[in-house]
């Protein structure tokens, strides 16, 4: 197995995509937390399948890069998650993640979370792979997450991401990791397993339960994406939350100009030249 790293910043609409493929970046993620809270509401599964496959294949198109999108805990039962990694497949991701929690889901780093039970959230990932096989012969990745650390203890999550693995899921999202050496130890734990070994996803979030690790210390444990799921948009609110107040404050922004994206930056962004026929 391919044991380097990648880090997928996030990507929660078409021009950040873009950014993220700009910068250099390999892969991109689809947060449903950034989405959601972009469209003015808490995360805690109030968006549609629809909504967020449309806005998947708006960033998919836009950065044309390999796209990993959250799915939440697959917008109902077994049935629902089959037609979410098809919408997700057709709308150009490669791949999501499916978690435990019970619906209405909580975000990974807050206390109070419940999980489904070990067999519901098994049957979830075969109906998952299942549905990956029948429409990319497998190619679409699924990826299981399991927030069991922080519900049931270490050891738990360890067993059921091991048996999520057995159900077909070639990717394992251990969330809610609090310290370096839990991290170290999940992932020689899904060593044990030898060739069925997952992939592995590690949740580089601010503010969480996650200490501040490298892309290097997480490749170094064996992980192989690192996902920054609200960065971008933490750092998008924090410069919009205080030009506004230098706004109301003063009645104008031109001591912000420093601090935005020129009209050149942003054309060439978009690849835009005026007079000329855009061409996507």
Known sequence: MDRSVVAAP???????????ADAGFEAAYFSGGATTVANGVP??????????VREIRSVAYASG???????????????MVRRTVIEYEHAGAAGLHLEDQVFPKRCGHLDGKSLVSLEQAVSKVQWAAQASRDCSDGAFIICARTDAKGVEGFDAAIDRAKAYVEAGATMIFPEGLTSEQEFADFAKAMDELGDHRPYMLANMTEF??????TLEQFGAMGY???????STLRLAMGAITRALAELKQTGTLEGQLGNMQTRQE????VGYTPGEPFEF
Not at 65 to 79: C, H, K, N, R, S
Not at 224 to 230: E, F, G, H, L, R
């Open 266 to 269: 942003l054309y060439d962004l």
């Open 10 to 20: 996030g990507a929660f609409n078409a021009l950040v995509g873009k950014a993220v």
């Open 224 to 230: 192989n994406i690192v996902i920054y799921p609200v």
């Open 208 to 213: 969480g339960k996650t200490p501040m690790l």
């Open 65 to 79: 890069l390999p796209l990993i999108a959250d799915a939440d805990t697959g917008f109902g039962e077994e049935e």
């Open 43 to 52: 995360d805690v599964g109030i968006l549609t399948l629809d909504h967020f």
